[in-house]
């Protein structure tokens, strides 16, 4: 896998906008940005007002040029290339991941004229990327920059620690760390915090615990834990506001993809740019 950056191109606003994001990434990471378009015409459109197949080359190329400009002009030192594919849009895209170090697209991109409703890519690359995948809004909210990253302790998956320190380091900025039970799961006997004061100790804890060796990997990097009862997926959205990024996992599967309750809540709802990091 190469430290590459692909981002999905469409000319939709969203895209504008995961297209600033991702060269300002692959700047930060002195990493090449690869622009991809990728459209699939239905073949059972009428032929009458079906555009001839060298007219949407034509256009793809055209914004693929101007993307391009754009991407030069925001950072004159980045390395670009492109790529123009007549295919699925989740499909390119899963398959450019499979040499990527991250793949980045608009939270709404490719709807029109590609038969996705909006948002359809966007879940189905994340459920099934090589690497992770960052999904940004079309306007960002001003905010602190801070990393919010949602843990299980349970099973932390070191990648998504390691994707937010990285991230945070490379922009100065906070981690905010959110561990999230539910408080009838407390007086479960095999829950391992066990209950009440106790259990949140516990809790606090098992969340110092995982997050210790990152501490020592990354002492620039200021930290915040926070194990709290309640909805993880509620307290994530909330902790979201004002950040500049909110990292959840998905567990790779050995066939199909799947995105958890959790994730798939806060794709929706998180107000900044959200990762889904690919875990063991």
């Not at 007002?49 to 256009?59: K, M, S, T």
């Not at 594919?85 to 499909?91: F, K």
């Not at 709404?108 to 999904?135: D, K, Y």
């Amino acid at each position: 896998m190469s430290g590459r950056v692909v981002v999905g191109v469409d000319g939709s606003e969203e895209s504008v906008a995961a297209v600033d994001w991702a060269a300002d990434e692959a700047a930060l990471r002195g990493a090449e940005l690869r622009l991809v378009n990728a459209s699939l015409w239905q073949e059972h459109a009428l032929v009458a007002v079906r555009p001839a197949r060298d007219v949407l080359a034509e256009r793809a190329q055209g914004l693929l040029a101007e993307t391009a400009a754009r991407v030069r002009s925001r950072h004159s030192g980045i390395t670009v290339s492109d790529q123009e594919v007549e295919d699925a849009p989740s499909s390119v895209l899963v398959a450019a991941s499979a040499d990527a170090g991250l793949v980045v697209l608009g939270s709404h991109g490719f709807g029109a004229g590609t038969g996705f409703t909006a948002g359809s890519v966007g879940q189905e690359v994340a459920g099934e990327s090589h690497s992770p995948v960052v999904l940004v809004r079309g306007t960002e909210p001003d905010g602190d920059g801070r990393v919010v990253v949602g843990l299980d302790v349970r099973s932390p998956g070191e990648e998504l620690l390691q994707f937010a320190f990285d991230f945070a380091a490379r922009r100065s900025v906070p981690v905010q760390v959110v561990h999230t039970w539910h408080l009838t799961a407390l007086h479960h006997p095999w829950h391992p915090h066990g209950a009440g004061s106790e259990g949140a100790e516990a809790g606090a804890a098992a969340l110092k615990e995982a997050v210790r060796p990152y501490r020592e990997r990354f002492p620039q990097v200021y930290v915040v834990e926070e194990a709290t009862a309640g909805r993880a997926a509620e307290h994530l959205v909330e902790a979201a506001i004002g950040a500049g990024l909110v990292v959840v996992g998905r567990r790779r599967a050995r066939s199909g993809s799947h995105l958890g309750a959790v994730t798939h809540a806060v794709i929706h709802h998180a107000a900044c740019p959200v990762a889904v990091v690919p875990h063991s």
